[in-house]
């Protein structure tokens, strides 16, 4: 197994990660915990069927746990900061659809600015941080 990532990221790129991990453990365990506070501060109803909201939640949790696995060495781990920087896009796209067709309001699209928004930039550093050490490395893994 080639370790070409190993020691090579900037320590930013490991405080970013680890600030996403206990974010997203965070975020993950109060939409488990009170499902319906981030409806009721929106302004909302709470849907339904709220267990559905707590299934995000212990998804975004997981997300966290990568997050947390990628801090330790983000060019190595560049697959977990990939999968969460897609989702970190098509949430916004999920929202704008569901704020499109009324079924949410635009108070809730706070969650977005946090969950999602300000990931890209770091998320995307970090991801062509990773793909210039495995050019480097001439692309081994």
């Known amino acids: 197994m080639s370790v070409e990532g190993v020691g090579t990221s900037p320590r930013w790129m490991s405080v970013v ?3 996403a991990a206990a974010y997203n453990v ?5 939409a488990v915990l009170i499902p319906a506070l ?3 501060a929106a302004g909302m109803e709470p849907p339904e069927y709220l267990w559905l909201w707590q299934c995000v939640g212990m998804i975004v949790g997981v997300y966290g746990v990568g997050y947390g696995c990628a801090a330790m060495d983000p060019a190595r781990h560049w697959p977990i900061v990939l999968v969460g920087l897609m989702g970190k896009v098509f949430g ?8 499109w067709m ?5 108070l809730f699209g706070v969650n977005i600015i946090f969950n999602d928004l300000i ?3 770091p998320f995307g550093l970090i991801l062509m ?3 210039r050490v495995r050019r480097a490395a001439g692309g081994a893994s």
């Open 119 to 121: 990931w890209w930039v």
């Open 102 to 106: 009324g079924e949410i309001t635009m």
């Open 129 to 131: 941080h990773a793909w």
């Open 26 to 30: 965070v975020w993950g365990a109060a």
């Open 17 to 19: 990660l680890a600030l």
């Open 38 to 40: 981030f409806f009721t």
């Open 92 to 99: 916004p796209i999920g929202f704008a659809q569901a704020l």
